[in-house]
């Protein structure tokens, strides 16, 4: 099809650096179920639900975003981008294997985002009953881990081994620190995991 330079096909065009109609109720549909969950603790609610305090027609939710798996999904995946934004201003867009590491460990990423985590929390608790929700959150859980292997230039059994240590000695400090564990001890295991990334960097590729 031919390019439309009517003014009314100029008039229809997304202004530049304005998000489109869709990205805009989709983005509410979700920050209208975040929300929900962090006040309930709970994802058990209706889609009726997530449309009123929305401020859209039930039709919305679905078309904009899906069924209750998907949007579950939707949410995680929201959850994990607003940490990616995080840690970019942070660490800037192209940190090395030693800053992301170490982000794990800092402060920031223990707190910055405590009560979005508590949401999450209560998504990863829902996934047991839902495969597909169970999928997403690991497909997250391994582009994190396949970060890690890109920047240490290795796919072996070694460092996938290595990333996977890291990202549960990370996970593990986030929620005892919470429980008010000392931070010496978070810097203790911020320093483990390093050692576990320079101990995969000294053995050679074991496939």
Known sequence: MGTNNSADGARSRTPPGRPSVAKERRDQIIDAFLALVAERHTTAMTIAEVAERAGVHRSAVRHFVGNRAALVTAAVDEICHRHDRSREQRIGTAPNIEEVVDHYFSSSYVWDHAELDDVFGILLMSATDDD????????????????????????????????????????????????????????????????????????????
Do not use: H, K
């Not at 997250?140 to 240490?152: A, G, H, K, T, V």
């Not at 000695?169 to 931070?183: C, K």
């Open 132 to 207: 597909v929700v169970a999928s997403g959150i690991a497909n997250d859980y391994r582009e994190s881990m396949d970060e890690m292997l890109e920047l240490l230039g290795r796919t072996d059994a070694s460092a996938r081994a290595a990333a996977y240590q890291v990202l549960c000695l990370a996970e593990q400090n986030v929620v005892l620190q919470r429980f008010g564990f000392d931070p010496e001890l978070g810097e203790a295991t911020r320093a483990l995991a390093r050692s576990v990334i320079d101990r995969v960097r000294d053995t050679p590729p074991n496939d």
